[in-house]
C-alpha cells in the first residue's frame, strides 16, 4: 500500500468554485491540529464542507487541510513570488544572487496587471480616486 503524499500547504485560486462559501482564493494548510478539528467535528453548520462529509471514515483523515482561509479574492490574491517568498524566507532554501529582486520585479508587475483588471471591474472607484488626488481622468 502506498502513502498519498501532501503537500504541507496549497495556494487555491478557482474563478468559479464548486460552492458559492468556497473563497475564490484561498490557503490550505495540511497538518492536524486536535482543538480545531474538533471545532470542525461539533459544528453542524460548516458551508463549505457540509456536515455528511465530515464523518471519521479512518480512510480519509481530516485536518486543517479542510480550511479554506481566504486570500483577498479574485484581484487581491497572493502571487507567486509571494509564496517563493515565504519558502525561501520561512524554510531557508538555496537561492542565487538576484533572487530578491528578480521577486519584487514580479510582484511588482502582477500588482500592475491586477490592478489594471481592478479598474477595469470598477472604473467609477478608479475615477474617484484618480479625481481625489487631482488628477486628469
Not at 460548516?46 to 456536515?51: I, M, W
Request: charged share 25%; aromatic share 8%.
Amino acid at each position: 500500500m502506498s502513502k498519498r503524499s501532501e503537500p504541507f500547504f496549497r495556494y487555491d485560486y478557482m474563478a468559479h468554485p464548486a460552492s458559492a462559501n468556497v473563497p475564490t482564493s484561498h490557503l490550505q494548510v495540511y497538518g492536524h491540529r486536535d482543538d480545531l478539528l474538533h471545532a470542525l467535528y461539533v459544528s453542524d453548520k460548516a458551508r463549505s464542507q457540509p456536515s455528511r462529509k465530515k464523518d471519521l471514515d479512518p480512510a480519509s483523515p481530516r485536518g486543517l487541510h479542510m480550511i479554506h482561509f481566504p486570500l483577498g479574492g479574485m484581484r487581491f490574491r497572493p502571487c507567486l513570488e509571494d509564496v517563493l517568498e515565504l519558502i525561501v524566507k520561512e524554510f531557508g532554501i538555496d537561492t542565487v544572487d538576484g533572487w530578491s529582486d528578480a521577486l519584487v520585479e514580479g510582484r511588482i508587475a502582477w500588482r500592475h496587471i491586477q490592478l489594471a483588471s481592478a479598474i477595469r471591474d470598477d472604473p467609477d472607484t478608479a475615477r474617484n480616486a484618480l479625481d481625489a488626488l487631482g488628477a486628469d481622468s
